[in-house]
């Protein structure tokens, strides 16, 4: 089992920023994959960012240049710096992980989910 656990989700200004935390706790397992994906009410949940199996990274259109997805790898954790945040980034954002163990084919886990909201 991977377990994902979020921090640093909560409320700020138009135009104000966020840094959210994902640290996985892996024991065996080993992760392919790590990012943040978000769900607004009444929407399907998105991909937001992530580093892809091959280390690069991914972004929603309308988060680049605005939005910066981080690692500290000896850590396991992931970094979701948002910065000019807009009313439309207001949703839950969940992290994300794809891992797998020599006995447990490759599997999504995901966090239990941190809000964001973004208003004046």
């Known amino acids: 089992q991977v377990q994902l656990v979020e921090s640093g989700g909560g409320l700020v200004q138009p135009g104000g920023s966020l840094r959210l935390s994902c640290t996985a706790s892996?024991?065996?397992?080993?992760?392919?994959?790590m990012g943040w994906y978000r769900q607004a009410p009444g929407k399907q949940r998105e991909l937001v960012a992530r580093f892809t199996t091959e280390g690069t990274s991914d972004y929603l259109d309308s988060v680049k240049g605005r939005f910066a997805i981080s690692r500290d790898s000896a850590k396991d954790t992931v970094f979701l710096q948002m910065n000019n945040l807009e009313p439309e980034d207001t949703a839950v954002y969940y992290c994300?992980?794809?891992?797998?163990?020599?006995?447990?084919?490759?599997?999504?886990?995901w966090g239990q989910g941190t809000q964001v909201t973004v208003s004046s």
């Open positions: 892996r024991r065996t397992f080993t992760i392919y994959s």
């Open positions: 994300n992980a794809v891992a797998a163990a020599v006995t447990t084919p490759a599997q999504t886990y």
